[in-house]
């Protein structure tokens, strides 16, 4: 497979973002999305990536370096799977949404309460 390069330049009123893939011994066409054209994109790209993990191992995540959203909107429900449905509105990939087996949902329950158990790492307000 040939050698890519890829680009990608938001607009100054950030309406749209214009997009360049081509090789790097030829000529790229750029392409200008609006917000919802993009999400579709990362809907499909994302798509496509799961097709092509599809029967692969589970990489376990203990120890990964992994991109931290801080204080994302998010939803939790019960799901139809005898679980939990807990959605987080990522800001790179638009709304998420993971269901979360019942014995999974007891082991997240346990460790969260662990953490909150623990002294909290905020200063006390003053008196």
Do not use: C
């Not at 680009?7 to 392409?31: C, F, N, Y």
């Not at 979360?100 to 003053?126: C, F, M, N, Y």
């Amino acid at each position: 497979m040939a050698e890519a390069r890829v680009g990608v330049k938001v607009s100054d009123d950030r309406q749209t973002v214009t997009i360049e893939i081509g090789s790097t011994a030829g000529l790229s066409h750029p392409v200008a999305l609006d917000l919802n054209q993009l999400t579709n994109l990362i809907r499909l790209l994302g798509q496509a990536r799961s097709r092509m993990v599809e029967g692969s191992q589970k990489r376990p995540l203990d120890g990964m370096t992994v991109e931290t959203v801080i204080e994302p909107p998010w939803y939790v429900q019960v799901a139809g799977i005898d679980g939990s449905l807990l959605a987080f509105d990522h800001p790179s990939y638009g709304p998420l949404a993971f269901a979360i087996p019942r014995e999974d949902v007891a082991r997240i329950v346990q460790t969260l309460s662990e953490h909150l158990a623990l002294p909290s790492g905020k200063p006390k307000k003053p008196s």
